[in-house]
């Protein structure tokens, strides 16, 4: 096991908020968040977990990325469309490339009410 603090540098801005500080951004970096869904809500919140410094990020989509996306699906660009990538793919290569210091995994399912707990 390592003792060596990690470097939090990248985000001083939001450990200097009292109610995050060093001990905060520890925990946010031993997180661990499942995202489900792709569209405009899921991208967004995705991409805020992977600045934030959130550890672990797993994402889950079914669809692949269109060009109807691109106004509101913010991780998305043309090359997407163009290469016909599975959105949880395509989010997962922009997220490791906006943080490489998380984990990030990228699952292509259906996720619903009759496969959600398995």
Known sequence: MSTTKPDFSRYTRQ???AGIGEAGQEKLAAARVVVIGCGADGTNIANHLARAGVG??????RDFVELNNLQRQLLFDEQDVAQNLP??????????AINSDIEVQ??????NA????S
């Open 87 to 96: 959105k949880a793919v395509a989010a997962e290569r922009k997220l490791r």
């Open 56 to 61: 672990h990020l797993t994402i889950v989509d």
């Open 15 to 17: 450990t200097l908020f």
């Open 114 to 117: 009759e496969n959600i707990e």
């Open 106 to 111: 990228g699952i292509v399912a259906d996720v």
